[in-house]
């Protein structure tokens, strides 16, 4: 219901607001667009009887059924083989991956079918394919791992990586109704420690491609995204405190298509850029948008473009190996001070 | 035994003429260089896809192989749409972007395959899918040669199709060859219907060269499949004549192997089982055989006439709706309206 419509029909017009959760606005998206679109629906691993690894799907299958709640066997690729034919028919599957690591066996038909297939015939794949991303739940080197650099350098692929509840509601929301193949990261260490007061009574829906101010700043831009919006938020609090310095926090939302013209404005401005993200360094994201800030921005730059990431190593176990591994506050602290001083 | 009326039989053996014919055209065109990439020939084998094809209704869905020429003509595929996508020329199926069966069209019910092998048939297994999810008794086919039944991928499409109880007919086509290696080995297996076991399904071998005998084992399976009885595997035994590709002589062959498989030849096998049985008559066929000549000169002289497409088509369509968008990489700046970043254009 509009603000519009409630007026006129005399009713409350304040917004009702729920504690929800990251993991709980996944939910919520997914849940609603069953609820009123009947060509959604989910395939995966463990993702009916058991309610997904993380529960994310708890309770979907006595709601929607098994003819829309699909337990697959482990079988990666005809997962998603099976959501890009049945796509093709005019359905929207959402592909669960019970680890997003667990999206290497199906590498092949997301690059090459799922992406390629509109552009060489034609007939497109609405479909998404989402799963716990990210470090810091000492998983180990298969449980913990960012992989959006894998699909970085091909074209036809969306990539979404929320960081906070709304945005993860929002996003999902968008990606369902996307007529292309979208990516879907959630990061599985802000499940639960994620939580905002979001509105029952209005539809969320963010639209992909849009980056998000995440903390208005004019001495430093910090491009990141994901869980590192967290980290580089705490980072910008203490600088403010101990410094006085403020650094404006881009928080990008979608990966592909990348907002450049939001990273570029902002750097216009500040004229110092950190960019800030948890996949390894080699060939991450952050080369692309220093790339594009060469090429965009060079003149407007005070300071050399700097990155902090996660080590080019495969991600640890053991708390303190794993710890050392994944970019903290502190390092993006002592980052944004070499480049206020710069 | 089939059950096909007369005309029935002589549209079989149209299609096996049409597709010899049409590859015949193809590899002349290769030789005169009017075909951009490689050439992949279906000779000796043409029954088992056309066969096979015969089985469906008009709302079933197909998936080829590269080599299955014959069941795309049988889907109402035109011939010169065909030669349009290996020419490359504007207005092919794939507009230029991709060669060969990689095609798909809705309305025929094809879905295209791409080069890792196996692939569509997971993707086949999604159209399956959503024909069960509608409660529609359509059904799905799709094809695996000996080698790329070995995929990763198509073990796992045929245990999906299998576990989930889909309507697919696959087409084990056993044609002794991958690209250069022998079947012996790409699978360990003697008969190569034994494959069947590992995933429960109900599984049949039948003369790939004998086009009734393909149609009947096709027929029977996509009857299964349309009560809701879920997927078959048919292993068509037959044999490449040919090389890979126009590129490959085919020198690890032996020739003897040639020489006896020849004599199976499964157009000339059911030319003479026509005029032995009595269904046609010599001059019957010397008609369809001079229509499918005037086809295909019309189909060659229409593709040549056609022409290559436009190098900006490059940029459109690899997402919904941006037909007329400019990437990043064709820009020469960003911003024209900052002077810093103006340059010469």
């Not at chain 1, 350098?153 to 996003?171: F, H, I």
């Not at chain 1, 208005?216 to 491009?223: E, P």
């Not at chain 2, 073990?155 to 889909?166: D, I, K, T, Y």
């Not at chain 2, 229409?302 to 436009?310: Q, S």
Request: hydrophobic share 45%; proline share 5%.
């Amino acid at each position: 219901m509009t603000i519009e419509s409630r007026e006129a029909s005399g009713q409350d017009t304040r917004s009702h607001f729920k504690e929800t959760t990251y993991l709980e606005a996944i939910r919520e998206a997914m849940w609603e667009e069953m609820k009123t679109d009947p060509a959604v629906f989910i395939m995966g691993e463990d993702v009916g009887a058991y309610g997904g690894a993380f529960k994310v799907t708890e309770g979907f299958l006595d709601e929607f059924g098994s003819s829309r709640v699909i337990d697959t066997p482990i079988s990666e690729a005809a997962i998603v083989g099976a959501a890009i034919g049945v796509a093709h028919m005019g359905f929207k599957p959402i592909v669960e991956m019970q680890f997003i690591d667990f999206i290497a066996p199906a590498f092949d038909m997301i690059v090459n079918f799922a992406a390629k297939v509109r552009y060489r015939t034609g007939v497109g794949a609405s479909l998404v394919i989402r799963g716990p991303c990210g470090g810091g739940a000492h998983s180990g080197p298969f449980h913990s791992q960012n992989v959006e650099s894998y699909f970085a350098n091909v074209a036809g692929l969306k990539m979404v990586a929320p960081a906070t509840a709304r945005d993860a509601k929002g996003l999902l929301r968008a990606a369902i109704r996307d007529p292309d193949p979208v990516l879907y990261f959630e990061h599985k260490f802000l499940y639960r420690r994620v939580k905002e007061m979001l509105p029952t009574d209005e539809e969320i829906l963010v639209p992909l491609g849009v980056a998000r101010t995440h903390r208005t700043g004019s001495d430093l831009t910090v491009v990141t995204y994901g869980a590192m919006v967290h980290k580089a938020a705490d980072a910008a609090e203490r600088i403010a405190e101990e410094d006085g310095a403020q650094i404006e926090i881009l928080d990008l939302r979608t990966l592909r298509p990348l907002d450049s013209e939001a990273i570029i404005q902002s750097v216009r401005r500040t004229g110092r850029v950190l960019i800030v993200h948890e996949a390894p360094r080699f060939g991450g994201f952050a080369g692309e948008i220093t790339a594009q800030l060469c090429e965009e921005a060079f003149e407007f730059l005070d300071a050399p473009i700097r990155r902090v990431t996660a080590l080019d190593t495969p991600i640890p176990y053991s708390p303190p190996l794993e710890d050392y591994y994944l970019p903290q506050t502190d390092d993006i602290v002592k980052a944004s001070r070499w480049l206020l001083a710069y | 035994m089939a059950s096909l009326t007369r005309e029935e039989l002589r549209d079989l053996y149209r299609h096996l003429l049409l597709t010899r014919g049409l590859e015949e055209r193809l590899e002349r065109l290769f030789k005169q260089g009017q075909i951009v990439g490689g050439l992949y020939r279906s000779l000796g084998q043409e029954a088992t896809a056309v066969g096979s094809a015969f089985a469906l209704g008009d709302d079933d869905w197909l998936a080829p192989s590269i080599r299955d020429m014959g069941a795309l003509l049988v889907r109402g595929l035109h011939p010169r749409e065909m030669l349009l996508q290996y020419m490359a020329r504007e207005g092919s199926l794939c507009g230029g972007k991709d060669n060969t069966t990689h095609f798909t069209i809705p309305e025929l019910g094809l879905l295209g395959p791409i080069s890792p092998l196996g692939t569509q048939l997971c993707v086949l297994n999604g159209v399956a899918l959503a024909f069960r999810l509608r409660g529609e008794p359509r059904v799905c086919m799709t094809y695996l040669g000996d080698g790329a039944s070995r995929t990763g991928a198509s073990h796992e499409g045929l245990n999906f199709a299998a576990v989930q109880r889909l309507p697919v007919i696959v087409i084990l086509e056993h044609n002794r060859w991958a690209f250069a290696t022998r079947s012996e080995r790409e699978a360990a297996v003697e008969d190569w219907v034994d494959v069947a076991a590992a995933y429960g399904v109900p599984a049949a071998s039948v003369d790939g060269n004998d086009v009734l005998a393909v149609y009947d084992a096709a027929r029977e399976a996509v009857e299964r499949a349309r009560r809701g009885e879920g997927m078959t595997l048919i292993v068509a035994e037959t044999y490449r004549m040919i090389g890979h590709a126009q590129h490959d002589p085919q020198h690890y062959v032996p020739k003897e192997e040639l020489l006896e498989w020849r004599g199976r030849d499964p157009l000339a096998r059911f030319q003479s089982y026509l005029l032995e049985s009595g269904f046609e008559s010599r001059a019957a066929l010397a008609v369809v055989k001079e229509g499918v000549r005037t086809l295909l000169d019309t189909a060659v002289d229409d593709a040549l006439a056609a022409l290559m497409p436009e190098p900006e088509e490059a940029l459109a369509g690899t997402f919904a709706g941006d037909a007329a968008a400019v990437p990043w990489t064709r820009r020469t700046h960003v911003y024209p309206d900052l002077a810093h970043s103006a340059m010469p254009s």
